[in-house]
C-alpha cells in the first residue's frame, strides 16, 4: 500500500461514537475502510467547528487549484465522499436534483474526494455528475481539519449561507427530507435575516419532526 493510501486508511479507521456538530446529529451510519476494505462506519470527532469557509484549495476536475471561497456569495453545499463509499454513491443523485433544482436560488453543490484523482475522474464522468468536484488525498483530509473536524466518517456535509458563515453540517448519508429542512431554513437566512443560530435550532426541529426512518441494511 502506497503512504497517501495508508495516511486515507490510517485517518478514517476509527471506532462508532457519536457524533454532534452544532447541534445536528449524523444520520444513519457514515463510513469508513477497515485494514482491508471500505466498509466499515465511523464518526466525525470535533475540537472547534469553523464558523466561517475556511481558505484551502484543492485541484479541480481540470487540475486547476479552487476553494469554496472561489464560488462567491453563494449558498454552499459541501458535500465530502469517496468513490468506495456506497452511501456517498447514493447520494449522488440527491445531490444532482439540489443543484437542479436549486441551483437558481443561489445554493451551489460542491463535491470533496477524498480519494485518489484517477478513480474520481472515471467515476465521475461514470455517473455524469455536473457539479464542481475539487480532489485530493492528504489535502483533503486537510480541508476536513481546516472545517475543525479532526476525524469523519463519509458522507459528510457542510452547509454554508451566502456570506461565507458555516450554518450546519450533516453526518453520514443524506435524503430528501433532510435535504429539504436544510435548503428552506437556509432560504431564510436572507430572506428573512435568521442568525445562523437561530437557523441551526430551526434545522434541529425540522430534523426531529421527519419521519423515523428505518435503520440502512447490509
Known sequence: MNKPAALILAAFAIALGAGVFYGLTQSDDPVSPTA???QAAAPAATSTLATTIPDFKLADRNGEMKGLRDFG?????????ATWC?????EIPLLEKLQAEHGDEGFQVVGIAI?????????????QI???LLIGEQEALDAVAAFGVDMVGLPFTVFTD??????ATHMG??????AEVFVAVLRRIDADGLTPEDARREIFAGLAALPPRDAPKG
Open 162 to 167: 451566502r456570506q461565507g458563515r458555516v450554518v
Open 73 to 81: 456569495d453563494k449558498a454552499l453545499i459541501v458535500n465530502f465522499w
Open 130 to 132: 455536473s457539479y464542481p
Open 36 to 38: 482491508t476494505t471500505p
Open 86 to 90: 456506497a452511501p456517498c454513491r447514493r
Open 115 to 127: 480519494d485518489f484523482r484517477d478513480k474520481v475522474l472515471a467515476y465521475a464522468d461514470e455517473m
Open 173 to 178: 448519508e443524506l435524503h430528501a427530507d433532510q
